[in-house]
């Protein structure tokens, strides 16, 4: 497929992929959501890919799914765009790899949607948060209304839902929506080198961590933890991950995964 809103680049095993359309400021409309879930399946089964960045061009991370295209939609249509939304979004969610949203601008609407669906996101300190739906007669329809109270507690998020209130990064972070504010001109730096903190662990146990914590928080405790116990068990043994990251350790050498 030839992509005309993403841009990915690959690089020791970290991938980026920016959402190129500035000109709407990367509203999400029907070409983005085939793009993206045509790039997710091109990825997802790739065990040399380590890490993935999302980021946006220009001066939006995402403002929101394209109001243009949404206008004229009917309920059924309505409905079936949200929950094309959610299906994307569900599949970043699901990937093997860690996926870290970088916010370089407005995270609005679908965007703080898509933003939320990545496992963690650092943020430009210029970046501004927010659920405008009901400013428009609408509600989150990408999943906003269950990411958003899971990520930043129930009060925060129906403040956030009720309200339409655009917050700034520091407020972002102050909420847990966000987990690191980098100025807007060393964003990619440090996104960059949190990728790499992550791309030289052992790369099954950071798949694995993904998994169980997430399978935990989607399924609940009891769940979680005996996947958890079964996973930590998959990592021992002759030839396995744990057996090198921990004989390195006790030779004080660099593991060699
Ligand atoms: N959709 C379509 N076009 C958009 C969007 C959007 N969400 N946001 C911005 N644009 C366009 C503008 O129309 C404008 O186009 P043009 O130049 O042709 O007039 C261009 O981008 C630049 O935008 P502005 O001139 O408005 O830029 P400003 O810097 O003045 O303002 C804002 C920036 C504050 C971000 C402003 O653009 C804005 O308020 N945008 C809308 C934000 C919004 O309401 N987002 C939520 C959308 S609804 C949603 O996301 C629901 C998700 C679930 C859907 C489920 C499907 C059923």
Request: proline share 4%; with cysteine; hydrophobic share 45%.
């Amino acid at each position: 497929m030839d992509y005309t809103i993403l841009k990915p680049t690959f690089e020791d095993g970290v991938v980026v992929v920016t959402i190129s359309r500035p000109q709407a400021l990367n509203a999400l409309n029907t070409r983005f959501f085939e793009e993206m879930d045509h790039f997710i399946a091109s990825i997802a089964n790739d065990g040399s890919i380590r890490v993935l960045l999302i980021t946006g061009e220009g001066k939006a991370f995402v403002a929101g799914a394209d109001i243009a295209e949404m206008v004229n939609k009917n309920p059924e249509e309505g409905s079936a765009f949200g929950q094309l939304g959610q299906h994307t979004f569900n599949s970043i969610e699901q990937l093997p790899f860690p996926v870290i949203g970088v916010i370089n601008g407005f995270a609005l609407g679908g965007g703080l949607e898509l933003a939320m669906a990545c496992d963690f996101r650092i943020a430009s300190s210029k970046a501004k948060f927010g659920q405008p739906e009901v400013n428009l007669g609408l509600i989150p329809g990408y999943a906003g209304t269950q990411r958003l109270p899971r990520l930043a507690g129930l009060a925060n998020a129906l403040y956030l839902l009720t309200t339409a209130e655009m917050i700034g990064a520091e407020e972002a972070l102050r909420m847990g929506l966000v987990q690191k504010v980098s100025e807007p001109e060393q964003l990619m730096e440090e996104a960059m080198r949190i990728a790499k903190l992550i791309a030289v662990k052992g790369p099954q146990a950071v798949r694995k961590v993904k998994a169980v914590t997430r399978l935990g928080m989607r399924s609940g405790f009891e769940v979680g933890s005996a996947e958890e116990a079964k996973q930590f068990g998959s990592l021992f043994g002759k030839g396995s991950e744990g057996e090198e990251g921990m004989n390195a350790f006790l030779e004080k050498r660099t593991p060699n995964w």
